[in-house]
């Protein structure tokens, strides 16, 4: 049987990894500074996740949701004590794009209105309710195009009262930061004028903290550096280190009913593991703090290399714009010095390290980069 092939493949086989480091299947050593898509939070092969994991398929791997599982009430409570949400709920699925299909469907029913706003270059998933809310007619088949799904301009406060002023509208989806569309941050005033605006017209604010989320941007959510209590905040990537996990966690005035939201694999025992293996090293090793003290030294670092370039972004979540198409670099840092970065649309490079980043890898990553760019300096000059 042939694969499905929607992927465009990097000719690259990696078979062990560790902290920031993958090994390929030759034994060549790459620096992770992509973390598989932001998902890798507390390093690779953390020995407290392995240990976590392997002793509780030991015991028991997955019971479905129609019994007690205390390990999702001791996910619920470290996670409330970590992320500074301890009086929300937690609602636990599979991915990022059920997360945000959850939300959507939660302040449709909590409000009875039928419409979503989300913002241009914003990425929320792949499903149907996501996926019209994600700002890429290409991703969106004839099936979900959709009058419910609003997609209004970033930032504009003005187009979004106006779309309020329907009375349609049961919520509002906007990323902490916005990873895709190429690490843009919404405006702190946008945000508060937001929270106020959705209580005002009677509708949810969802921050959709997917990729920001999880400390990777110095807080454990984005929006925790502006004065906002969102009503619902979704997460998945670092929450389960690899492990497929996603949640949303949900303001107590939010009333559950018995039915409303449901899943087969969410919340298993072996996810729950996981994602209690992150909460701890999380804390233990104090990785929010290092993905704020590494990040703000690579930025400044990033900054002075690049004077006049935009390098934008909080933490260990960078981007670095150039005015150029940025494939021959990427291509550099990976097949030349062996360090994985992502990317955002063409001329975009981004940083998603996991947490464990610290400034050693760091001034590894810069060595490397100086060379290239010194290079495309040369090439330039030419
Ligand atoms: C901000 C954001 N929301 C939602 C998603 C979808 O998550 P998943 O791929 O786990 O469905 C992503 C994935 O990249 C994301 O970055």
Redesign the pocket.
């Known amino acids: 049987m042939e694969l499905f092939k929607v992927y465009s493949l990097f000719n690259i086989t990696p078979a062990k990894a560790k902290g920031c480091y993958v090994w390929d299947d030759h034994g060549t050593k790459y620096l992770d500074l992509y973390g598989g ?2 998902v890798i939070s507390i390093g690779h092969t953390h020995p407290h996740y392995v240990s976590k994991i392997t002793g509780q398929l030991q015991k028991i791997g997955f019971y479905s949701n129609s019994v007690i599982n205390p390990l999702q009430e001791e996910l619920a409570l470290k996670l409330g004590d970590l992320s500074g949400y301890p009086d929300y709920q937690l609602f636990l699925c599979n ?6 299909e959850n939300a959507i469907k939660l302040a449709s029913f909590i409000t009875g209105k039928r419409k979503i706003i989300s913002f241009t270059k914003g ?5 149907s309710g ?1 996926v019209a809310l994600t700002d890429n007619p290409g991703i969106i088949a004839p099936f979900n195009e959709t009058e419910n799904a609003v997609i209004l301009p970033f930032n504009d406060l003005e187009a979004t009262e106006n779309e309020l002023k329907t009375g349609e509208v049961a919520g509002i989806i906007i ?1 902490g930061i ?3 569309g190429g690490i843009n941050i919404p405006d702190s005033r946008f945000l508060v004028n937001l929270e106020r605006l959705t209580k005002q017209y009677g509708c949810l604010l969802i921050l ?1 903290e ?3 989320g999880y400390g990777r941007t110095g807080k454990f959510f984005a929006h925790q550096y502006s004065d906002i209590k969102p009503d619902i905040i ?1 997460m ?2 670092g929450m389960g280190n690899g492990f497929p996990i ?1 949640g949303m966690i949900i303001n107590p005035d939010i009333k559950p009913r018995s039915g409303m939201l449901g899943t087969t694999f969410g919340g298993n025992h072996l996810a729950c593991a996981a994602a209690i293996a992150v909460l701890d090293v999380l804390k233990e090793e104090d990785l929010v703090e290092n993905a704020a003290q590494t990040g703000s030294y690579l930025k400044s670092r990033l900054e002075e290399i690049n004077p006049g370039l935009p390098v934008r972004g909080k933490g260990l979540m960078i981007g670095i714009e150039y005015p150029f198409e940025i494939k021959d670099l990427r291509n550099k840092l990976l097949f030349d010095h062996h360090i994985f970065t992502g990317v955002s649309g063409k001329k975009i490079v981004r940083l998603l390290p996991p947490l464990v980043l610290g400034k050693a890898g760091a001034d590894e990553f810069l060595a490397a980069y100086m060379n290239i760019v010194e290079d495309i300096e040369i090439q330039d000059q030419n």
Do not use: C, L, P
């Not at 991915?95 to 945000?100: D, F, H, Q, V």
């Open positions: 898509h932001a991915s990022g794009a059920e997360a945000n990425f929320h998933g792949r499903t996501a990323e916005q990873g895709i959709d997917i990729q920001s979704t998945a990537k996603g």
